[in-house]
């Protein structure tokens, strides 16, 4: 694979934190517009796939299920991929599958073929876009990484609301067939979007020493590239949030799918009940922006993962709550509420994830989380489900939900605050004549993943280093 090109990020790359970030910000919208609202979206056809193949909504409800699996159970794979060829070169095979998926689906003559080609191709296409646009956005924003972080993230109920209706005419003037073949010209736009995503490129040096440093490497053995970082498990930041995550998804999507029906049997009509979706995909475009500009701000950014539990405590107790909703106005604020709570953790869940891990493991770190959260996804909803069948009551439904959230909230919040809290003072290090053990402690401060601000005051002779979790002041004469 001579011709591919690999975009390890250099060392000596600073984020530009703008400047052809915008273009890549622009590219992640998409993606990630693409990624979680196609699942969605495509359910505006179950109606015509139940009278073309005589299956039950069931069948077709699999669709869906089998592309959101794709999109989280494949992560580990496009980890694999990104780390050995590049984020540009997957997303725009990606791009590929996801329309080719489209494609053969309008030719298929079966729900099975359906399955394959709708479900695992166009998944995988989609899947193999996701993750790097993260992973490029995490390269070209720093500074600003949260807001950049809530601006891609409002992609999904962008995207949602847009192609829903879209899905809708199609279907009306061209049938399930003709409305999957321009879907799937649709999804080349993944290609132009993988194009965006130029690797960053170190500053030049002078002939000289670029040729000496040339000369250097060549000297120097290579170490082995890891494909798949399995060391993220080590890091009990990670593992907290690992499992939190999972936790969080049991619930997280269950009220979206079944508040429609909670209305409709309340005695309220089709599209009355629909209108629900709206409002809360409309709070939810500005919830997500919105929280990451907070997220971002100097006080708020080093404690984002307790910001991160509020937002999925909120969601939480928004379900709980909306359990004892007796009428349409009732439904109408758990929305509104819904939107707001869904938004911020949308904005903030990736955020979290890179300020645990860094830049260098999030690749591997997002595969595995991703991964996880696969397994909960397919348990959640269709649990919720038996639920439902067994009690006939959406009540007990939205409770569960809220508990599993809320248990999630609890296990961020209390993870860190126990096993990661802030360590106590640390004595002054006095820096006499360049002690190289406090130069060494300085730098290794510096080059670690998740510093992120440096202060020199000369006047009170100190230098202060905001790492993850703590800040560290190095006294120096």
């Known amino acids: 694979m001579g011709g591919?090109?690999?975009?390890?990020?250099?060392?000596?790359?600073?984020?530009?934190?703008?400047g052809w970030g915008w273009a890549v910000l622009a590219g992640g919208f998409v993606i990630t517009g693409f990624s979680y609202a196609f699942p969605k979206a495509v359910s505006v056809f179950f109606k015509e796939l139940i009278r073309e193949f005589g299956v039950g909504y069931s069948d077709c409800a699999w669709i869906s299920s089998i592309l959101l699996a794709m999109l989280y159970g494949t992560g580990p794979l496009c980890s694999v991929l990104v780390n050995k060829f590049g984020c540009r070169p997957v997303m725009m095979v990606g791009g590929l599958f996801?329309?080719?998926?489209?494609?053969?689906?309008?030719?298929?003559?079966?729900?099975?073929?359906?399955?394959?080609c709708t479900g695992v191709i166009t998944g995988l296409g989609l899947a193999l876009n996701f993750q790097p646009s993260l992973i490029m956005l995490n390269r070209y924003f720093s500074e600003k990484r949260p807001l950049a972080n809530g601006l891609s993230a409002a992609g999904s109920p962008v995207a949602l609301c847009c192609l829903s209706p879209l899905g809708q005419v199609l279907q009306y003037h061209y049938g399930w067939r003709g409305g999957f073949l321009i879907l799937?010209?649709?999804?080349?736009?993944?290609?132009?979007c993988g194009a965006l995503m130029r690797p960053l490129v170190g500053p030049k040096k002078p002939q000289g020493q670029e040729l000496q440093a040339v000369d250097e490497a060549e000297k120097k053995p290579k170490p082995?590239?890891?494909?798949?970082?399995?060391?993220?498990?080590?890091?009990?930041?990670?593992?907290?949030?690992?499992?939190?995550?999972s936790i969080m998804v049991l619930g997280l999507f269950v009220p979206p799918v079944f508040v429609v029906s909670y209305a409709k049997e309340m005695g309220n009509e089709d599209t009355k009940s629909a209108l629900l979706l709206t409002i809360l995909g409309f709070i939810d475009i500005?919830?997500?922006?919105?929280?990451?500009?907070?997220?971002?701000?100097?006080w708020v950014r080093p404690r984002c993962v307790y910001l991160f539990s509020f937002a999925i405590l909120f969601n939480g107790i928004t379900d709980v709550i909306s359990s004892q909703a007796t009428d349409y106005p009732g439904l109408v604020v758990f929305c509104i509420f819904f939107g707001l709570s869904y938004g911020m953790v949308g904005a903030l869940q990736f955020e979290v994830l890179m300020a645990i891990v860094g830049t260098k493991k999030f690749s591997s770190a997002l595969g595995l989380v991703l991964l996880m959260e696969a397994i909960a996804v397919l348990v959640g909803p269709p649990g919720a489900g038996r639920l439902l069948d067994a009690t006939h009551?959406?009540?007990y439904v939205f409770l569960l939900a809220g508990c599993e959230v809320i248990l999630a909230s609890i296990v961020i919040?209390?993870?860190?605050?126990?096993?990661?809290?802030k360590k106590p003072?640390?004595?002054?290090?006095?820096?006499?004549?360049?002690?190289?053990?406090?130069?060494?402690?300085?730098?290794?401060?510096?080059?670690?993943?998740?510093?992120?601000?440096?202060?020199?005051?000369?006047?009170?002779?100190h230098v202060s280093v905001t790492n993850k979790y703590r800040v560290v002041t190095l006294q120096f004469t």
């Open 4 to 18: 591919a090109v690999v975009d390890d990020e250099p060392s000596d790359v600073k984020a530009p934190d703008g």
């Open 98 to 116: 996801a329309s080719l998926g489209m494609i053969l689906a309008s030719l298929a003559t079966s729900i099975l073929h359906i399955y394959i």
């Open 184 to 192: 799937g010209g649709l999804l080349l736009n993944c290609c132009a």
């Open 224 to 245: 082995k590239k890891k494909l798949l970082d399995f060391s993220v498990f080590k890091d009990r930041g990670f593992l907290i949030y690992a499992i939190a995550a």
């Open 286 to 298: 500005f919830a997500r922006p919105t929280c990451g500009l907070i997220a971002g701000m100097k």
């Open 393 to 395: 009551n959406y009540m």
């Open 413 to 421: 919040c209390m993870g860190n605050f126990l096993c990661i809290k």
């Open 425 to 461: 003072d640390e004595p002054e290090a006095h820096l006499e004549n360049g002690a190289p053990a406090e130069m060494e402690k300085l730098n290794s401060l510096l080059e670690a993943e998740g510093a992120t601000r440096l202060e020199i005051n000369e006047c009170n002779n």
